[in-house]
């Protein structure tokens, strides 16, 4: 295989992920094939061991390779049948979390520059009414950022700002019809399950592998819709393969669904960059991402959103477009500031360093 480096590109690191994993994902390189040593790697590239081990150790965190000892690295992605590797092993015991979902340590000198900022800058504009789907400001900050930190390409008026995760969950059912039959994590986050139950939906409870719900757990399913927190889902930790991802978008186009994709907390991975997450693998529009600032900045903001894809955006407008926004004016404006200067990215920089750490 011959990869190159462009001096005025990307970092270098990124740039040969980037060429193996489309390598991988083409089928230039199969499942089981053995990539090319770090030294080689090196001579090929003119890149250092650090930066050739930085590459394959994304590629590791992602599922698409995976290092043997004294071996070298070989690909483990298999798009063929997409079936986990860990139907086929022994369960591994799960990682479970006690308590709640864990939050970031934002610090408050900058939420608090920024809110008097906001106040100073925007005067009586705090008070005015927000548009139903969010202040046009906040989305178009969070399509750019999305864009550039994990790939997500959405426009602004694909974006819904609510108050947290379970608001929007009710959107959801209410948008794609409380007669369907659903189907979640088991385990998963509690307030997931009780959420539907309020809202009397029927939803089933798909068991966890090694890698994401088991594969015969999906076949034997009859739900049309999958909820799944595909990074260190809670609380069992797990996070889904990227094979895995690619068979739960097989499964929602067969049966004509959809896929709620809950990514609470993939920002704070140790990895050197934000893992793919289902919606930006998506080609057919069937995945609802959604996401909050709880967990990143403070778990008193109680600002989620979700990126409905393009084919529901008029259904949405229809259906729910009178639902007034129920986030403050104020708060908007002020995640919107700490998008926009960069202290945001800039936290999420200094936690996923400091978790690199203590790894």
């Not at 061991?49 to 070989?74: M, N, P, W």
């Not at 548009?131 to 930190?149: C, F, T, V, W």
């Not at 595909?230 to 739960?248: D, H, L, W």
């Not at 960059?273 to 909050?292: C, H, M, P, Q, W």
């Amino acid at each position: 295989m011959k990869y190159s480096i462009n001096k005025e590109g990307n970092f270098a690191y990124m740039q040969i992920y980037e060429q193996i994993k489309k390598d991988i994902v083409s089928g230039a390189l199969s499942f089981g094939s053995k990539l090319p040593s770090k030294r080689l790697l090196c001579e090929e590239t003119g890149v250092s061991v650090i930066t050739a081990q930085h590459a394959y150790s994304i590629l590791c965190d992602e599922g698409y390779i995976e290092a043997k000892e004294r071996s070298g690295y070989f690909v483990i992605y298999k798009e063929s049948d997409f079936l986990s590797t860990a139907d086929f092993h022994s369960e591994p015991s799960p990682v479970v979390l006690s308590g709640e979902r864990a939050e970031s340590d934002f610090p408050f000198s900058t939420l608090a520059k920024t809110v008097r900022k906001v106040l100073s800058e925007k005067g009586e504009e705090v008070l005015k009414k927000s548009p139903n789907q969010g202040l046009s400001e906040l989305r178009a900050s969070i399509a750019k950022y999305l864009l550039r930190s994990s790939g997500v390409d959405a426009k602004a008026e694909q974006i819904v700002i609510g108050a947290g995760a379970e608001y929007l969950y009710g959107l959801i059912l209410q948008l794609l019809g409380k007669d369907r039959i659903y189907a979640l994590e088991d385990p998963s986050y509690e307030k997931i399950s009780q959420v539907y139950s309020a809202n009397g939906v029927k939803f089933q409870m798909l068991k966890m592998g090694r890698n994401g719900i088991k594969t015969t757990e999906l076949e034997k399913s009859n739900a049309s819709v999958l909820h799944i927190t595909p990074f260190n889902s809670f609380p069992s930790g797990i996070t889904a393969s990227v094979s895995k991802r690619q068979e739960y978008l097989k499964w929602a186009q067969k049966r004509e669904g959809f896929i709620i994709e809950d990514n609470y907390s993939a920002e704070l991975t140790v990895s050197k960059k934000n893992e793919d997450t289902v919606f930006a693998l998506s080609k057919s529009g069937r995945v609802i991402y959604l996401n909050t600032f709880s967990q990143t900045i403070a778990p008193s903001m109680r600002i989620g959103y979700m990126v409905l894809p393009e084919r529901l955006v008029d259904d949405f407008k229809e259906i729910l477009g009178f639902y007034s926004c129920t986030v403050p004016v104020l708060d908007q404006y002020v995640i919107t500031e700490l998008i926009e200067s960069g202290d945001f990215e800039r936290h999420i920089n200094r936690v996923r360093r400091k978790k690199r750490k203590l790894k």
